[in-house]
């Protein structure tokens, strides 16, 4: 038996979400319809409305309300910036609160196998970047997936012709980590990139 | 860093779903920001307004665009009725293609500990069908949770005043189970209702 077709169509659209299979979409819209009272449904829609008002910094690429608190602050170190994929990412790594330099997000990785090639990534933009701000210091805060990978190694190269030092985030054990539940090449690039102690 | 305030109140909006943590609404957050069309979030708004149109039918409890497809149904042996806490269970039960008559959904389950009593099953309903339409045989189809079974003994002395015979699910092992997985206490219920093969 089927589901009425207005419950049809909510599960369909929250199947879309990442990670969420048929079943988990199904459960979502019973909760919406059985327990979220009429007021709670009309924030979340006023919630996804507000969604088409953020705003990207032209300059970084990264979330902005107005100026990019990130670009727009003086504070902060001009001469660096940190390549990540997303606009997400940048919270992430604002949270450690160990970087105080500028942000650059790319529009997406290299994927070959999806057809994404470097015309995806939108370097212009930071190239354009690296020469005007005098940039001195790039880090490739990037996944450590075979896209993240190919684009760190292509992004090496495309930067040799700027005079910038180019690192990446440090592999190693997780902090608070068990040896036992490490996988072998994760210790293999602990072990290689050991620091005396 | 927070998030931008149009995004943290997504964020919290999202963690009210079932099963989903402050991480996972974060996620869906920036998946429906960044990866969602304009179009797609509109279609979502649109499918929550929908939910307000969906209609219960006052006879049984359970979801009915008009004529309730269950109660309206001649086909559908009259005098059985299966009670399930939620509408949503009457689908999982249709699926089964295994039962033909009427259903009715409770309003709750007993829980002593939310406060929860017998008046928040909404019984009245239920014993004026049970005589209007001659019922013959109750199933419950609860949970086998601590509310489940407190709420079927609670209905299981409440029916004894009706000419009805009552019956629960069978518990006993999943179909296509190793029993090595199974627990102690299925694997008691299962081996002490044990049927001749």
Redesign the interface.
Known sequence: ?Q?????E??CS??H????VGRR?S???A?????H?S?K??L???R????????GFCQTCGS?S?GACSFCQNPARRQDQLCIVA???EV?TL??TREYSGLYHVLKGLLSPLDGRGEEALGLESLFARIKTQDVKEIILALDSSLEGDATCLFLKEELKVFPVSVSRLAFGIPVGSSLEYVDGGTLARALSARSSY
Chains 1, 2 share one sequence.
Not at 16 to 19: D, Q
Request: aromatic share 10%; charged share 30%.
């Open positions: 038996m589901y009425p077709k207005s419950i169509r909510l659209l929250l879309k979400l990442p990670g988990t199904e459960r979502y019973f909760d919406l319809l059985l979220w009429e709670e449904r924030d979340l829609q919630a996804l409305t507000e969604l088409s008002g953020v979330i309300e997303s606009p997400k919270f604002e949270q």
